[in-house]
């Protein structure tokens, strides 16, 4: 827990928390998708970087009895239980294999973003597909994000976290070019759906983000990119009732292996 949630007091609490309200405000979206493309019993599905699980647990009773559900993340500590059919495994997508062409729909939320290695665990995930199978990833485009009309000392503290300066690795825009790699690799069918939504404090709407802010401030507060007066501030600020934002834009990018 330490390599991955740093060591601050809570910290895990914090993510646990974060990860529920960001499965609230993006479930719903998540869902019209699978529904769209035709989730049905008896499928068998890979739901990569599952976090809470709870992606997992509504396409368990989507297959059913004979359909199969296998949810993997690098870390299981936010996992709920699940049901029989949701085989729940730890595994890297990175450096790992999973097996080829056994999955009728593959998906993964807010993940490629920050993996390293992200294009090549693409074509893995393509490999993966059944003929015909779905692929489904979404993630953001945060241009623009930083860049809406804030009050300080806020303002500066979200162009840092907006513009993933945490993880010299991560591409917060990255699902502006994932089209672009389903195109490459031949999969047919493609359309995307954008989102974009007003964040509010103490609702899932904003609290996916804020509370990664407070989970990130002490580290800032630790490199002097912020002071402690400036950490309660900016809790202050974004936990105010008439607080509201505009969202990053999320991206839902759908793919199909080709049949023959």
Same mark, same amino acid.
């Given at each position: 827990?330490?390599?991955?949630?740093?060591?601050?007091?809570?910290?895990?609490?914090?993510?646990?928390?974060?990860?529920?309200?960001?499965?609230?405000?993006?479930?719903?979206?998540?869902?019209?998708?699978?529904?769209?493309?035709?989730?049905?019993? =008896?499928?068998?599905?890979?739901?990569?970087?599952?976090?809470?699980?709870?992606?997992?647990?509504?396409?368990?009773?989507?297959? =059913?009895?004979? =359909?199969?559900?296998?949810?993997?993340?690098?870390?299981?500590?936010?996992?709920?239980?699940?049901?029989?059919?949701?085989?729940?495994?730890?595994?890297?997508?990175?450096?790992?294999?999973?097996?080829?062409?056994?999955?009728?729909?593959?998906?993964?939320?807010?993940?490629?973003?920050?993996?390293?290695?992200?294009?090549?665990?693409?074509?893995?995930?393509?490999?993966?597909?059944?003929?015909?199978?779905?692929?489904?990833?979404?993630?953001?485009?945060?241009?623009?994000?930083?860049?809406?009309?804030?009050?300080?000392?806020?303002?500066?503290?979200?162009?840092?976290?907006?513009?993933?300066?945490?993880?010299?690795?991560?591409?917060?825009?990255? =699902?502006?070019?994932?089209?672009?790699?389903?195109?490459?690799?031949?999969?047919?069918?493609?359309?995307?759906?954008?989102?974009?939504?007003?964040?509010?404090?103490?609702?899932?709407?904003?609290?996916?983000?804020?509370?990664?802010?407070?989970?990130?401030?002490?580290?800032?507060?630790?490199?002097?990119?912020?002071?402690?007066?400036?950490?309660?501030?900016?809790?202050?600020?974004?936990?105010?009732?008439?607080?509201?934002?505009?969202?990053?834009?999320?991206?839902?990018?759908?793919?199909?292996?080709?049949?023959?």
């Amino acid at each position: 827990m330490a390599e991955r949630y740093g060591t601050h007091e809570n910290e895990a609490e914090i993510e646990r928390e974060r990860l529920a309200m960001l499965a609230a405000v993006r479930d719903p979206k998540t869902f019209a998708v699978f529904e769209r493309i035709g989730v049905a019993k =008896g499928m068998h599905v890979l739901e990569v970087g599952a976090g809470t699980g709870s992606v997992s647990g509504w396409l368990s009773q989507k297959v =059913g009895d004979g =359909g199969k559900v296998l949810s993997v993340d690098i870390d299981l500590q936010f996992h709920a239980d699940m049901p029989d059919n949701v085989e729940v495994k730890k595994l890297d997508i990175e450096n790992e294999s999973i097996p080829k062409e056994k999955y009728d729909i593959i998906h993964a939320r807010a993940v490629l973003q920050h993996l390293p290695s992200r294009e090549v665990v693409i074509p893995k995930l393509i490999q993966g597909l059944k003929p015909g199978g779905w692929l489904v990833l979404e993630d953001g485009q945060f241009i623009g994000f930083g860049e809406q009309s804030l009050v300080e000392p806020y303002k500066t503290i979200h162009q840092i976290m907006a513009a993933g300066n945490q993880e010299k690795w991560r591409d917060p825009n990255f =699902g502006l070019h994932i089209l672009d790699r389903f195109r490459s690799n031949g999969l047919t069918e493609l359309d995307v759906i954008g989102d974009i939504w007003a964040m509010r404090p103490n609702e899932p709407s904003g609290e996916w983000w804020f509370l990664a802010l407070e989970r990130a401030m002490p580290r800032l507060v630790e490199a002097g990119l912020m002071t402690p007066d400036d950490q309660q501030n900016v809790l202050k600020q974004v936990r105010e009732p008439s607080f509201v934002m505009i969202s990053p834009v999320s991206i839902t990018t759908i793919g199909r292996k080709s049949i023959t």
